[in-house]
């Protein structure tokens, strides 16, 4: 690693000054992604601000039907929450598929969110599910708040305090690994909500990950997994690997759509 | 440089390291516990899982900074007077070959055994194979770590 | 005897490693330790033109950054491949030069152009970014068709076309003869992908140089210390070998990977004579993937030929392997002595020919890795038979039973000679573990599932144990494949084996302290196995190519066998009774039928005591022996994969695999169990997961855990594994060797339940959910046409 200098504020504030003074400092919010890159040499942080110290940013509540997760609220606090679990028990099982149990103990939802990597599971979940991210500066839509691969409205110093998931009726989420990686090569995330149906793809967009509008009005009009037999699904901007195509992601967009829906409907 | 005051195998210990310094880093260089591995630099072999605070993490990407404060057990504080049943139990099953992977293995091994007893849960065959998945080995084909771990888990 | 042969004995050597006290070469470091770092080229052609050293040498830390120059400059040889082949036509194999610090050109990506010596491994990393190297970019070739096409970019100036040699076996004429005769031909092009072995301990070494003593140590991660001392001596100039220590600590993992003395090990050692620090360096496995040997990477194309009873009339390949950049160590002998002289398989073929063509691209040195040329054979003859049983309609374990080898010894065409199998029998027993009888059941219950289940075979033999040493010698071996061993009997009776072998996994501290446990009737841990240090044990070849239980083993037998008639002539005269009636037997000599006898420790301090020995016996009990095996050994068994594939997605799940093996005789069957557990690991990872693969610049794309799939516990099923004992007759304990079946039987027993559950025969390795998918549309696609 480059030298680098850490920081763990116990404060939002003192954590937002922290950043505002570096000439140019990451968050470490878990590091699964931030270390590896730095031992690589790929990114070279003067300053490391780790806001794991920062009590208010940790936990998960529910009021009203609105689940709240704390931005370092680590994926298996997540996934064995008996909350979560009965909020949004597709959320839960999301988090409980990300990485390896070592991992899960210490990566953060808001780490996650805000990398944005096309193939991590989150962001399906928050766009799929419609929910809020809240920083220390403001509320953004999950419509607004991913902007292309490993990119985001995030502006220097802002930092994801919690995200907000609004209540829906059913939803699933339905991953295909890569088989190297474990991330996901295709996820598909469905939620329901009255007779509306939100169908989010991560895995699979060129531009990380997005909403499948064909999908959803098959979906909104009949909420069974036969429905998406009759969707076409364009494999046009979708990525290609050495680990599959955009011939065969857009196949598993169809299969993981149907195993999501059929999981739950 | 950071100050890292961390309980290791139940001793206190505390010394300044550079910020950059991996839990794993600190483990081997600075104390010298030389039995957590890095067996690759993307965060999937396993090999340096240890745990802290109770929980398995893998300590090539953790800084040692950031577990400051914190309770950390490796694989060589594990046997108390006698070996811990996980470490019996590779013995018994033959669960290793080379050993690099082992330790990782066995403090990942201890940690779902933990989870999935506290929880209540089965530790099934196929739940001990997907609970390894961030662990590699490339001696054994896995068959007698699975074995292992299921021998231990009734005994812990 | 319950520590003795046969016996499940639990491995003496895991205390170290279940506890974290094991010792790998990355756990030493010594006063004035120093680190290096290699700074390497990003390119997989190019001239060098400028190296800029100046604003490394200027960083913190920095004591020296050293150059190919420089090197070849103080003398340090070409790194060299052993084993010379010639071309059909007489000629040597063409070996371009390969410096361990490139100087003028550089040939992959890796390339090692200069080294930074520094206090500590971050700032040596640090300045290795800082060194400028100005390249001239030349054009690349990648793959094995490309780098012999016409106007091809040259590689090595020695070596015209990039083609190292043109090598063939068998009768040519005869075979296509045979194969023009025949009324059913089966053809087909087989591709075996070019694998990283990965064993989970990154390469490292540790080099010290005693000025004072004008001496140098080495700790390092090798499967053959004394290997890598007379190499590094003989050819790399490093140090004469009485000045030059080698010590392979504990290593964790080889599969052949470990055998090669590459560049970065020479680099050390040279670099502590030149800055006077202790020199460490250690891998990451960024840095593994593109500087550990790769394996395999063969193209082929192969014609076999049947009678109308399905009976095999010829078979004739034509192979082209590719070596890389470099010609690593033992390169050369892998597609053709451990490569074709396996094609006859299991089978009574008549007519075989293969010709074997070597080339040079810009990628990574290719080598020899677990099973190293069998599982390439194996791959092609049991693809070839079981499409073969497809085209004809013929069950294909009916087929290969028709043509099954039952009378040894059996000389194939292709110089083998077969010495025992019983290969009805490990079929009868392969057949009966798997339930083939209740395959279509379970395949009907599978459909209901949506799920296409298919069954595939794999009839594999391998040649273990390779020797003679003048055989080998006149097939252009440059070592001979021995074994040595030295059985230390102490006073007190307690016993050091000192063993040329090395254990980097295999478990020797256990299996060979058992066999000494059985022959002197004494606890197993009495016995200590000693090995891997060039100070402690006499020289000797190391451990590859299961080798270790036929030779080292046999090596350690024959020392008991002399220390066992001086314990006899000991105790004869002791007891006053004849040699002939002395036995050794549950810890004690005795005179046989009588109730004299001394214990096994009494005869041992008699030895060294010295005080009433034989007339003319010098004191002591310590033997040495060195074993020269007379033949090959052939392990030999059938593999049978059972699969699930999901239609919609490609993914196929191995419900069941099944393993009967013919070892010959077993020393620690739970040892053993484990070596073929492994070795099918890493044919499901070939056959389904693993791949390296370049992109059309020569970067490696599957350069990390990220891209290479390496097999997880849940890509895997537990293994069903019989055993089938057909007793070698060439050693004295008559072992066959375990250590690479299961890397060379699974690949084709796995493609052959695939593409029998998908209806699809034109499948490549690796079978990826994508490609088994793809497959999958491609058989449906005709369908859809009607």
Same mark, same amino acid.
């Given at each position: ?66 689940? %709240? ?82 990119? %985001? ?113 | ?8 195998? @139940? ?57 400051? @404060? ?6 060589? +504080? ?20 080379? +050993? ?8 990942? @091994? ?23 998945? +961030? ?5 054994? @084909? ?15 | 005897?319950?520590?003795?042969? *046969? ?297 076999? *030929? ?64 677990? *099973? ?369 079946? *299961? ?44």
């Amino acid at each position: 690693m480059y030298p680098t200098t850490y920081h763990k504020p116990e404060t939002l504030e003192a954590a937002s000054a922290t950043l505002g003074d570096a000439e140019e400092a990451k968050i470490l919010a878990g590091g699964h992604t931030l270390l590896p890159t730095m031992k690589n040499h790929l990114a070279a942080p003067t300053d490391l601000v780790d806001i794991r110290g920062i009590a208010a940013l940790n936990g998960i509540s529910e009021d009203g039907g609105t689940l %709240t997760i704390g931005a370092t609220t680590t994926h298996a606090e997540v996934s064995n929450s008996p909350v979560v679990a009965s909020a949004c028990p597709a959320l839960a099982c999301l988090a409980g598929g990300i990485g390896d149990p070592a991992v899960r103990h210490v990566g953060t939802i808001g780490g996650s969110v805000a990398n944005n990597d096309p193939a991590a599971d989150y962001p399906a979940a928050v766009l799929g599910l419609g929910a809020t991210v809240v920083t220390n500066r403001r509320d953004i839509a999950a419509e607004d708040f991913f902007d292309g691969m490993f990119a %985001t409205v995030l502006e220097e110093g802002e930092i994801i305090t919690s995200v907000r998931f609004p209540k829906c009726d059913l939803a699933g989420y339905s991953k295909f690994p890569n088989p190297a990686s474990r991330y996901a090569m295709v996820g598909v995330f469905v939620a329901k909500s009255g007779g509306s149906v939100r169908v989010a793809v991560t895995g699979a967009g060129e531009d990380g990950v997005f909403r499948h509008e064909g999908l959803e009005a098959a979906l909104s009009a009949n909420f069974s997994p036969d429905a998406v037999d009759g969707v076409a699904i364009s494999s046009d901007g979708l990525l290609s690997d050495l680990h599959g195509d955009a011939d065969y992601r857009a196949n598993l967009i169809r299969v993981m759509a149907k195993r999501a829906v059929s999981a739950v409907a | 440089m950071a100050k890292v005051k961390l309980t290791v195998n @139940g001793r206190a210990v505390s010394r300044d390291v550079p910020d950059t310094t991996l839990l794993s880093e600190f483990l081997r260089e600075d104390l010298r516990l030389t039995g957590t591995h890095v067996g690759c630099d993307t965060s999937q072999c396993g090999a340096c899982v240890v745990h802290v605070d109770g929980k398995a993490v893998k300590s090539c990407t953790m800084l040692a900074a950031s577990a400051s @404060g914190g309770e950390v057990t490796t694989v060589e +504080g594990l046997a108390n007077g006698e070996l811990h049943p996980m470490q019996k139990a590779f013995n018994d099953n033959h669960g290793l070959q080379c +050993g690099f992977c082992t330790p990782g293995m066995i403090m990942s @091994g201890v940690d779902m055994v933990n989870r999935y007893k506290q929880a209540g849960r089965e530790l099934t065959e196929e739940a001990i194979r997907h609970e390894l998945e +961030g662990n590699i080995c490339r001696c054994t @084909g896995y068959h007698n770590i699975v074995k292992s771990i299921q021998d231990a888990a009734t005994k812990m | 005897m319950s520590d003795g042969i *046969g016996a499940r004995v639990k491995r003496k050597e895991d205390k170290r490693f279940i506890t974290g006290k094991g010792k790998y070469t990355d756990d030493i470091r010594v006063d004035n330790q120093a680190y290096a770092a290699f700074v390497r080229s990003t390119h997989a052609h190019a001239r060098v033109v400028n190296l800029d050293t100046s604003a490394a040498e200027a960083m913190d830390g920095v004591i020296a950054v050293l150059n190919g120059h420089q090197l070849t400059g103080d003398g340090i040889g070409n790194i060299i491949c052993g084993w010379a082949i010639n071309s059909k036509d007489g000629s040597p194999m063409n070996m371009g030069a390969w410096s361990a610090l490139a100087t003028e050109m550089v040939r992959y990506v890796g390339d090692a152009v200069a080294v930074v010596i520094a206090d500590t491994q971050a700032q040596a990393r640090l300045a290795a970014e800082a060194v400028e190297v100005e390249y001239e970019e030349l054009p690349v070739v990648v793959t094995t068709p490309d780098a012999l096409a016409d106007g091809a970019p040259q590689i090595h100036e020695n070596a015209p076309g990039n083609l190292i040699y043109d090598w063939e076996i068998g009768d040519q004429a005869a075979t296509d003869t045979a194969i023009a005769g025949a009324s059913h031909v089966t053809e087909m092009e087989i591709t075996n992908n070019r694998l990283s072995p990965n064993p989970m301990e990154p390469r490292s070494a540790v080099a010290i140089y005693d000025e004072g003593e004008d001496h140098y140590t080495l700790y390092t991660t090798s499967q053959n210390p004394h290997v890598a001392r007379l190499v590094l001596s003989a050819f790399y100039n490093v140090a004469p070998e009485h000045k030059l220590r080698v010590i392979a600590p504990d290593v964790g993992g080889g599969f052949g990977s470990k055998i090669y003395i590459y560049p970065e090990e020479i680099t050390c050692l040279w670099a502590s004579m030149k800055t006077g620090r202790s020199v460490k360096w250690t891998s990451d496995r960024s840095e593994a993937f593109i500087t550990d040997a790769h394996g395999r990477d063969h193209i082929s194309t192969a014609k076999m *030929g049947f009678d109308a009873a399905g009976r095999i009339l010829g078979l004739k390949v034509d192979t082209i392997a590719n070596f890389g950049a470099y010609m690593s160590l033992f390169s050369s002998a892998v597609p053709t002595y451990l490569y074709a002289t396996l094609l006859s398989g299991q089978y009574n073929i008549s007519n075989i020919h293969a010709n074997v063509r070597a080339v040079y691209t810009n990628t990574v040195p290719v080598d020899a890795y677990r *099973g190293a040329g069998r599982p390439e054979a194996c791959y092609l003859v049991e693809r070839m038979m079981e499409t073969a049983a497809r085209e004809m309609g013929m069950d294909p374990a009916e087929l290969r039973r028709i043509n099954f080898i039952q009378e040894f010894p059996h000389e194939t065409p292709v110089i083998m000679t077969y010495d025992t199998g019983d290969f009805d029998g490990n079929m009868d027993k392969a057949q009966a573990a798997a339930d083939v009888a209740g395959f279509a059941a379970r395949k009907a219950e599978a459909a209901a599932r949506g799920k296409l289940r298919g069954i595939g075979y794999s009839a594999y033999i391998e040649a273990c144990g390779i020797a003679p040493s003048a055989a080998v010698g006149s097939l252009g071996a440059g070592v001979g494949l021995w074994e040595s061993a030295e059985v230390r009997v102490n006073p007190v009776g307690t016993v050091e084996i000192l063993t040329g072998s090395h254990s980097h996994g295999q478990g020797h501290e256990t299996t060979f302290a058992q066999i000494v446990a059985e022959r002197f009737g004494i606890p197993i841990d009495n016995v200590q196995v000693v090995h891997g240090d060039t100070d402690k044990v006499q020289f000797g070849m190391g451990t590859y190519g299961s080798r270790s239980g036929a030779v080292g083993m046999s090596a350690i037998v024959k020392a008991m066998d002399k220390v066992e008639a001086k314990v006899k002539k000991i105790a004869a005269h002791t007891l006053e009774a004849s040699e002939d009636d002395i036995v050794i037997e549950g810890g004690e000599v005795k005179v046989a039928g009588t109730d004299k006898s001394m214990a096994w420790h009494e005869v041992g301090l008699a030895a060294y005591l010295a005080h009433n020995l034989p007339e003319g016996m010098e004191p002591g009990l310590k033997e040495g022996a060195f074993y020269d095996p007379v033949n090959f050994t052939f392990p030999a068994g059938v593999y049978i994969a059972e699969v699930e594939v999901d239609p919609e997605t490609g993914v196929t799940d191995i419900v069941q695999f099944t393993a009967a093996d013919d070892f010959g005789t077993i020393i620690n069957p739970m040892i053993v169990e484990g070596q073929v557990h492994g070795g099918i690991a890493q044919g499901v990872g070939q056959a389904m997961l693993e791949h390296a693969v370049y992109d059309e610049d020569g970067q490696l794309l599957s350069g990390s855990y990220m891209d290479y799939c390496m097999p997880r516990a849940d890509d895997l099923p537990s293994y069903t594994l019989d055993h089938n004992t057909t007793v070698c007759p060439n050693n004295p304990l008559g072992m066959k060797g375990c250590g690479e079946a *299961g890397a060379i039987g699974t690949p084709p027993a796995i493609i052959n339940a695939i593409t029998d559950a998908i209806g699809n025969n034109d499948l490549a390795m690796p079978a990826t959910p994508q490609t088994v998918w793809r497959a999958i549309q491609a058989a449906k696609a005709p369908l859809a046409a009607e």
